[in-house]
């Protein structure tokens, strides 16, 4: 997954948080990233074909953006469930988010065959809690 995958994740995961186009604010506190950052790399991904966005109101996926969207949080939410639910990493998604940018399909594919997905995955993620509604995780949300 490359820098671009991760912004379409995080445009996808606003974009069902604020119901509507993800806002340049939002995004830039999921990725913890300046604004500005995130301005330049929504106009790269509209060139591209995979955004739109409209000034004052917010980036939308187009139906290909949502497709690479879905990929890449598939593949995240593999990494995820793999470090929490089989090695037991407490922080979990600290280490996800290290890693999705790393892993390839194809490892992501391997690991997938280890881990107990439900079918309904990516759509299982919860975007307000920032994980999986499915994993085994305590309530101060690190992994049991």
Do not use: W
């Not at 990929?71 to 407490?90: G, H, K, M, P």
């Not at 922080?91 to 439900?118: G, H, N, Y």
């Amino acid at each position: 997954m490359n820098t671009a995958d991760q912004y379409l994740k995080a445009i996808y995961l606003a974009q069902r948080i604020e119901d509507g186009p993800a806002s340049t604010g939002t995004l830039a506190d999921m990725l913890e990233i300046s604004p500005a950052s995130v301005n330049e790399m929504i106009g790269k991904l509209e060139e591209r074909g995979l955004v739109e966005h409209e000034k004052y109101k917010g980036a939308s996926l187009t139906s290909e953006g949502i497709e690479r969207a879905h990929d890449s949080l598939q593949t995240y939410c593999i990494i995820e469930r793999f470090l929490a639910n089989v090695l037991e990493v407490e922080e979990f998604r600290d280490e996800a988010r290290a890693l999705e940018s790393v892993i390839d399909d194809t490892v992501a594919e391997r690991l997938d065959t280890i881990i107990d997905r439900p079918s309904e995955c990516p759509d299982c993620f919860d975007p307000e809690r920032d994980f999986c509604e499915h994993l085994e995780v305590g309530p101060d949300g690190c992994a049991d």
